[in-house]
């Protein structure tokens, strides 16, 4: 069997060839972290400015449809259809 001092030995060598990190007890170094590509000014500059729900019609200039009232009349119109929608006024 090979030595513990040899081996240790022949990790430092090996690190100094390939300009690597030499951990003799074997902790983290974090790289992985410190590796990856910033994240700062540039991705917050990816997302456009955020705009009022309210003034986008005066923005865009086209009609805005509430989508929560069109999705909820979609799913009534599906029961109605089904036969399960809401019971009509005055009828029993």
């Known amino acids: ?26 902790s983290r170094t974090g790289n992985k972290f410190l590796q990856r590509k910033l994240q700062g000014p540039r991705l917050a500059s990816y997302y456009p400015t955020k705009v009022p729900f309210s003034r986008m019609r005066e923005i865009t200039g086209l009609p805005i449809p509430n989508s929560e ?10 029961k109605t259809r089904k036969g399960k929608g809401p019971v009509k006024r005055g009828s029993k």
């Open 1 to 26: 069997m090979v030595k513990r001092e040899i081996l240790e030995e022949i990790k430092q060598v090996s690190a100094n060839i390939f300009q690597t990190n030499y951990k003799s007890n074997n």
């Open 69 to 78: 009232h069109s999705l909820r009349m979609e799913i009534l119109e599906e």
